[in-house]
């Protein structure tokens, strides 16, 4: 697995992936970089280098959306719900019931907030953009201030976050 360090506006990044597509993209954790796993390879190439690239033209709003290869490793369930997670389009948001609807189970509210918070592709697998049905913003791996830093760049209106789909 080859992995890099991108330094965004959220913090440094840690992005990793391999010959299928990109695997994860860590924030980091007080403040520091994650570091890579055992054996990884530091190399921005192939899928890696592209993300580089399609992340820094995101974070300076010449982005909407990502054309990355991909290699999200999780259950059928998480990977339904990521599938879905990527149809959200930029600069808006939904709520953890109407994915949970999106994936044809409307009674898993949780079950969709555990799989949002398994993604290892965020940013790229927008996790960001579910938000409770209220309008509050929930829990986010890298931290809430990232998550409305996040969608303050895509335009969502900060603090008072639309959700469609109620």
């Keep these: 697995m080859n992995y890099c360090y991108f330094d965004s506006p959220v913090g440094p990044l840690l992005i990793a992936g391999d010959q299928e597509g990109v695997r994860c993209i860590c924030f980091p954790k007080s ?57 959200i389009p930029y600069g808006q948001t939904i709520s953890y019931g109407e994915l949970a609807r999106r994936v044809g189970n409307p009674k898993a509210s949780r079950a969709v907030g555990t799989a949002n918070g398994a993604n290892q592709i ?15 913003l929930g829990g986010f791996g890298g931290g809430l201030p990232v998550k409305e830093a996040l969608l303050a760049l895509e335009n969502a209106s900060a603090g008072n976050w639309s959700v469609a789909g109620r």
């Design 31 to 87: 403040g520091k970089p994650v570091k890579p796993e055992r054996g990884w390879i530091e190399a921005q190439s192939g899928a890696v280098a592209e993300a580089v690239k399609q992340l820094r033209e995101y974070f300076a709003g010449r982005r909407t959306e990502f054309d990355l290869p991909l290699a999200p490793h999780g259950t059928k369930f998480q990977l339904a719900v990521w599938g879905e997670l990527q149809k």
């Design 122 to 136: 965020p940013i790229v697998i927008p996790c960001h953009r579910v938000i409770a049905a209220g309008g509050k």
